[in-house]
């Protein structure tokens, strides 16, 4: 029998690795350009946590993986974003569950005025049972989570008419509110003439006095600047809006194991940077809100929240038996 040679011995060899797939291009080694799309001023602590997450990908990646950031609604608002990325046409972007309420109403939970006590305990429910139920959810509607700990902060009351120390001082004041199903009863169920109106027309509406006031955190009162146009801060602390991190469920698939290993990884290095750089924010809005000339007031919470008890009785079916369970158990909530 022919002996090969030295050299075809080496061409079999390298073709035998080359067919076992040895040597083969990494997926990391390839490099990957995403987009992250938000809705938020880049000194609001969502827009950081988001530019944090940014700029760790592309070390832990080595530079191979990097996200360029359009903030400010530049991509659309909560909802145009949150159908692009159900579509494929954006991979990164903060999600808030009022958004996706709209597609599986068992969203709506979030939307409960008075079911937090605190941030904290919101972020380990979503981290634990309530994130077991939910996170599926959201897969089916089209987004991948990565986090959930990217909170807005507690929503309160502004308006250039009266202080809010009790339910009967909203009568007659027309606040804008966020257009979802659960939060217009809640808010009737207040005695609140609301007010649905897109985000970036309410600073002018309040400027024109088409509407009263309107209902925000305390780090976007501050960022867009509503003291210019707003006396009153009442902090009614009626909700609570959570979300995180969310990618495009459809592009997700596409993505090599490594590299979605490497941007799961990151979310969860993220986190704790996250909460810190949110309770920092919140603390300092505050205190900027007082500076500026806002007339800052607490409220009876009981008087509020006995209001929306029949609220909680209503939705309940809505939101499911294994929904309200967990919310009963980490927030003592009454359904």
């Avoid at 709209?102 to 969203?107: A, E």
């Avoid at 634990?128 to 959201?138: F, N, Q, S, Y």
């Avoid at 590299?259 to 750089?277: G, H, N, P």
Wanted: proline share 6%; with cysteine.
């Amino acid at each position: 029998m022919k002996k090969l040679s030295g050299l075809s011995v080496l061409v079999l060899a390298g073709m035998f690795l080359c067919l076992m797939g040895i040597g083969a291009k990494p997926a990391l080694a390839q490099e990957y350009t995403f987009r992250a799309g938000h809705t938020f001023d880049l000194s609001n602590p969502t827009a950081k946590a988001i530019a944090h997450y940014a700029e760790l990908v592309e070390k832990e990646s080595k530079g191979r993986i990097k996200i360029t950031i359009h903030p400010a609604g530049s991509l659309g608002d909560f909802a145009e974003l949150y159908d692009q990325q159900k579509m494929g046409a954006l991979e990164l972007s903060y999600f808030g569950f009022p958004t996706g309420s709209r597609d599986n109403r068992k969203l709506s939970f979030d939307d409960l005025p008075y079911l937090w006590p605190d941030v904290d305990t919101a972020i380990r429910a979503l981290n634990g049972d309530l994130g077991k139920i939910v996170t599926p959810i959201m897969y089916q509607l089209g987004l991948k989570m990565l986090n959930y700990t990217e909170p807005l902060g507690f929503r309160h009351f502004t308006n250039n008419v009266r202080p809010i120390y009790k339910p009967a001082d909203l009568k007659g004041l027309k606040i804008r509110i966020y257009p979802s199903e659960l939060r217009l009863e809640a808010f009737k169920a207040m005695g609140i003439s609301a007010t649905p109106m897109p985000f970036g027309e309410i600073y002018t509406a309040m400027k024109l006095k088409t509407i009263d006031g309107q209902e925000n955190p305390l780090s976007i009162i501050n960022s867009q600047k509503f003291y210019e146009v707003q006396k009153y801060l009442s902090l009614t602390r009626h909700l609570l809006t959570n979300g995180g991190l969310a990618f495009s469920r459809p592009l997700w698939e596409k993505l090599p194991k490594d590299v979605q290993d490497l941007l799961q990884k990151c979310a969860t290095m993220s986190e704790e940077y996250d909460i810190r750089v949110f309770k920092e924010s919140e603390a300092q809005a505050l205190g900027q809100l007082k500076e500026k000339g806002m007339q800052v007031n607490e409220v009876n919470f009981a008087e509020f929240k006995n209001l929306v008890k029949p609220v909680y009785k209503k939705w309940a079916p809505v939101l499911g038996p294994e929904i309200v369970e967990v919310l009963k158990k980490v927030t003592g909530s009454e359904f």
